[in-house]
């Protein structure tokens, strides 16, 4: 068959306009802008001027916090699908729901379950990064559409090797690692994994690994997901027990809940960087370069299949 | 096949404990209790503790400011899929994203039809008061399940004639005179119908009918809708500049966005009604006895269709 060439359309949901842009120039694609606003009874109301005929359109969307985003995204998919678009793609840097994967308890919602069924039935296709796998062995096993996990560790790897002195990068628990060894492995640098224990949504325990040979490293913790920071802050908390010096930390989705930025300060950390999948002034590494590349994939590949 | 007995459990979102109580009574329905809470990062989580086996699901949702309460909604509506309820059906007394019926402008997002779409895919019926019925003739046109809309006409006539001396029901514009005509009818009132020019969602123009007769009567002003209360302040300045008494406000969903009340207190509106569709002081008008009989005759139908 050959590669299909497809010409992108992207559309930003609102506050994601500057992202669109970025990836806008990576693809070489359109930007469509999306009007949007609320009637005064707190409904959405969205128009999209440009016309989406014979394009793949591509939503551009941060679901950080995402119920109230969540019926402007469907009826944004609804909207491009409306108007003529020959596919559409989810880009969402940020994937949310990801961690009710079991139910813990018996009558628990199985919130990951339905919410890949809605972005399914409204989307052809998903790009996302660092989605949180733990029970999931990925995406496709919820998602019934193309989905594509972008790792976000080149441009971790590459930030604390650029800004870090003698990083050692060290995982808050064991689920954690995947993304430990895969920053760790592009520079050589070491790495060790702490074990948590967690009660309830907040309280949570750690068992610290043998540092002993670690004196005079810079401790770089690392997580995929930063909310309350209780996690960092406990694993912060243990590395001071431990002599360790301040620690950066590092992670992929920078969701900052509550009291979060105060926590980490008052633990000593000295340092704390997210990527741009959330926006936070703490995003300093950008995804953008890391997008482009599987967003283009995607929708050429979409396009192959129709 | 004679009609089915189907043993039906009123599940509430939260806030509409109170509404699904008052339902359970009529309909001798048991109650699941919803535990609800938002994680630190802003995602939902649900819980049902009862068994739902071998019974319909109803869930109850009062569903004005839709967005945030849309993905808790859908996520309720799978788990009590999920738990073993035969069917599942929606008691929402407030139908939402019904106005936009019409793409006004191209590329406009056609809200109403999503919007059903996800209820239709998530439940096996609905039963909803008066819905906004303007280009759409019925709500199946929009809906693929069996929906009922319940008029709420009884239950305004009923408090309109207790507690108004001398009424004259009037329709701010010519969308209301079906309301009007049919709460007017109950206790043989008289009533008019106004005309309404709207710029915008805000700007309201209005021509008075010929008022002549009525000297002496006092003036309900009726709508299915309040929200900005822009319609019924210009209606009640029309009626003022008329020579007309103050008039009541009487309305089927008082919606009260922004500066409403005060908004309509300022043309020297004297009183303000509506019905308990959504939670308000106002909410004087109590929708359960009407309600009730149209839950049990979709949950027995849809028990008898299986």
């Given amino acids: 068959m050959g590669s299909a060439v497809t010409s992108n359309t992207l559309i930003a949901l609102p506050g994601d306009e500057a992202l669109a842009e970025s990836l806008a120039g990576g693809l070489d694609a359109a930007i469509a802008a999306l009007e949007y606003r609320r009637f005064p009874d707190g409904e959405s109301y969205l128009r999209i001027h440009d016309s989406l005929q014979e394009t793949t359109a591509v939503l551009v969307a941060r679901l950080d916090r995402p119920d109230p985003k969540i019926p402007a995204l469907l009826f944004a998919a609804d909207l491009a699908r409306d108007l003529g678009a020959s596919a559409v793609g989810l880009a969402a840097p940020y994937l949310p729901y990801m961690r009710q994967d079991i139910r813990f308890q018996p009558g628990e919602a199985l919130t990951s379950a339905s919410f890949a069924r809605w972005v399914s039935r409204h ?59 895969a920053v760790a492995a592009r520079h050589g640098l070491p790495w060790r994994v702490m074990h948590k224990q967690r009660f309830g949504d907040r309280e949570v325990r750690i068992a610290v690994p043998d540092l002993s040979a670690l004196e005079g490293h810079t401790p770089v913790l690392l997580d995929d997901i930063v909310s309350s920071g209780a996690t960092l802050a406990r694993a912060a908390e243990a590395l001071s027990d431990a002599g360790m010096a301040s620690p950066v930390c590092a ?37 953008a370069p890391l997008l482009t590349p599987a967003i283009e994939r995607m ?8």
């Fill in 299 to 306: 929708s050429d590949c979409a396009a192959g299949r129709r």
């Fill in 251 to 287: 992670v992929v989705h920078g969701l900052f809940s509550e009291s979060c930025r105060e926590t980490l300060k008052a633990v000593g950390v000295r340092r704390l960087v997210c990527t741009d999948s959330v926006q936070a002034p703490e995003a300093g590494i950008v995804l």
């Fill in 123 to 181: 989307f052809d296709w998903l790009v996302t990064v660092d989605p949180h796998l733990h029970r999931y062995a990925g995406l496709n096993e919820i998602y019934s559409v193309p989905a594509v996990a972008v790792s976000a560790a080149p441009a971790l790897a590459e930030w604390i090797f650029t800004n870090v002195e003698k990083p050692v990068i060290i995982g808050p628990d064991v689920e954690s690692s995947q993304w430990v060894e």
